[in-house]
């Protein structure tokens, strides 16, 4: 039986998911809690106590629930005065979730490129962006791989704006012994469905200001004071408020931190030992002196494989695997009409890797048995022998 049938024939194996949680009699019986007993004097117990540990965990002062990381971002943007004429750095190659809170504040999103190592906002290509209307740098830890957080640091201080992390996706990763989380005025995580730790959907905003994060709840609930009368608004704001079976399933994942994060960092592992093989390929890198906590693995083709995201997509299909495209350029995407012609040229990295980039299955159900399957099939379209 040749390579080709052997994977064929195995597809009769449970489907293999991209993304999905681990969840466990702990998170039931936290949530059965929340259930029974967290109403009336106790209505938001799971989210302040989500809230404090969390943002403990990461060494910030505040930890802030929202519904989602985009209200987060959002949240963010707003306290800090974002608003019309003002210019905010993102890079390419991430969901459009980091961008769209700009787009909100009727401000201006400005792309820059990726680094060709980690995939990261490139540093350069932000000094080169610059103008004196940036308000501000919102670096993303893209798939759990770290920004080089000092360079970016030091661009937002010497030209005095602000550094925001991206968090999302990348609960777990550690920077030259710093956790993810901890960088920047403000650090955003998502709890969606596909993340590490899930509430479902769900975000966390953390900050270490006092005024910033009294600015944030106050935006969060309305305009309204925490010592302020009964329904009395001063402001029109937002309704960003979680709730508290939500916190109760993120607090419970969040005391198994460890092994969910230990669970991801597996995954990598096997597959880069898998694929340790295959010249002339990447995967998600170690940041420097630090790890990462890979939320999902991401590979690069080199360019002496010829192969592109859609027609690796298209391959691994037929022969019953999924996988997912690297991010596209955000000012390719019709979302943003006119940008392509102006940032293709300046962001040489970010369209060039989307392009031969794809994302492997990384749901907390998949096997041993799977992965390799994933890289028989990775083997296979790229013309290596498999097992």
């Known amino acids: 039986m040749n390579s080709r049938a052997k994977i064929e024939a195995s597809i ?52 802030i629930m929202t519904p989602n990381c985009t209200t987060a971002i959002h949240l963010l943007l707003s306290a800090l005065g974002v608003g019309d004429g003002d210019e905010v750095i993102l890079p390419e190659c991430t969901w459009i979730a980091t961008g769209a809170g700009i787009t ?44 080089l957080m000092d360079e ?7 030209n005095n704006i602000v550094l925001i992390e991206d968090a999302a996706e990348a609960v777990g990763s550690t920077y030259k012994g710093v956790r993810a989380g901890k960088f920047g005025i403000g650090s955003v995580f998502s709890f969606h469905r596909t993340k590490t730790i899930t509430t479902g959907e769900g975000g966390m905003l953390l900050l270490d200001d006092d005024e910033l994060y009294e600015r944030c709840m106050f935006l969060r609930d309305h305009g309204r004071k925490s010592d302020g009368p009964m329904y009395y608004n001063y402001e029109v704001t937002y309704k960003y408020m979680p709730f508290n079976l939500q916190a109760a399933l993120g607090y419970a994942q969040f005391q198994r931190i460890d092994e969910l994060v230990g669970r991801k960092r597996e995954q990598l592992l096997m597959y880069r030992e898998r694929l340790n093989e295959i ?13 990462n906590g890979a939320w999902i693995t991401g590979l690069v083709f080199g360019k002496s494989h010829n192969m592109t995201k859609l027609k690796a997509m298209e391959e691994m299909s037929g022969l ?31 369209y060039d890797i989307s392009m031969r980039g794809i994302n492997l299955p990384g749901a907390a159900n998949v096997t041993v048995e799977q992965i390799d399957k994933v890289c028989d099939g990775i083997k296979t379209i790229l013309g290596y022998k498999t097992r």
């Not at 970016?152 to 201080?157: G, P, R, V, Y």
């Not at 990447?282 to 420097?288: I, K, R, S, T, V």
Request: charged letters at 25%.
């Open 152 to 158: 970016l640091a030091e661009i937002a201080k010497r």
């Open 12 to 63: 009769i194996m449970k489907p293999i998911y991209m993304a999905g949680p681990w969840i466990t009699e702990h998170e039931i019986g936290v949530v059965e809690d929340a259930m029974r007993n967290g109403w009336y004097e106790h209505a938001y117990d799971y989210c302040e106590k989500f809230q404090k540990e969390f943002a403990s965990y990461h060494n910030r002062k505040y930890g």
């Open 279 to 291: 010249d002339d390929i990447e995967l998600n890198p170690e940041p420097p002196a630090g790890v």
């Open 320 to 350: 019953g695997v999924p996988c997912r495209p690297f991010f596209y350029p955000l000012s390719s995407l019709p979302a943003y009409p006119g940008c392509r012609e102006k940032y293709e040229p300046l962001n040489p990295a970010a």
């Open 104 to 147: 909100y504040q009727r401000a201006t999103p400005v792309f820059c490129d990726i680094e060709p190592v980690n995939w990261c906002l490139d540093p350069q290509s932000v000094d080169k962006q610059i103008t004196p209307r940036t308000k501000a740098i919102i670096a993303v830890d893209l798939f759990g791989n770290m920004p």
